[in-house]
């Protein structure tokens, strides 16, 4: 019972973590003044990323140029919640660079208040259902590893 409620204890506090970190990016997010300029897709492919232990991340990676006030900027920014954000399957990836093959011209969102932030996609869709996540991934490590600490220490 107490290696449950270790668990559920770190559970809540990476939970609370998470979704501080969720809420400020939206909050940023939200509070910027998105003005619609067209872009230019540079470079669009799957990023693959060994995590150990046969484990590979896949991220999409789209690289686009705009200018904005005659300053010429570049971003990889797809939107605010696939920032970073990867699967353990390519097809998530390929779905994302096969959408926005290079040359393509796009409407990117430049942040009028920081024009070097650029998203193609403004809207901040799956936070919660990341902290969501996340929290829950977090308690099953946590609650294994106290399990394994105590049935150790039964066991010795």
């Known amino acids: 019972m107490l290696c449950l409620g270790i668990s559920a204890f770190i559970a809540v506090v990476a939970f609370i973590a998470i ?27 799957v990023s693959r990323t060994s995590l150990g232990r046969g484990t590979v991340m896949y991220s999409p990676v789209i690289e686009y140029h ?13 939107s605010p919640d696939l920032h970073y954000s990867g699967s353990n399957e390519p097809s998530f990836a390929e779905k994302w660079v096969g959408l926005l093959p290079a040359g393509t011209q796009v409407t990117a ?30 308690f099953g490590f946590c609650n294994a590893l106290v399990a394994a600490v105590f049935a150790g220490a039964y066991f010795l």
């Open 66 to 78: 705009y200018e904005h006030g005659g300053t010429k900027y570049h971003s990889t920014i797809i």
């Open 19 to 45: 979704s501080g970190a969720t809420i400020a990016t939206a909050m940023r997010y939200k509070k910027s003044k998105w003005l619609a300029i067209g872009a230019s897709v540079q470079q669009s492919y």
């Open 109 to 138: 969102y430049v942040d009028q208040n920081k024009p070097e932030r650029a998203v193609l996609f403004p809207e901040y869709r799956y936070g919660w259902w990341y902290a969501c996540m996340a929290a829950f991934a977090v």
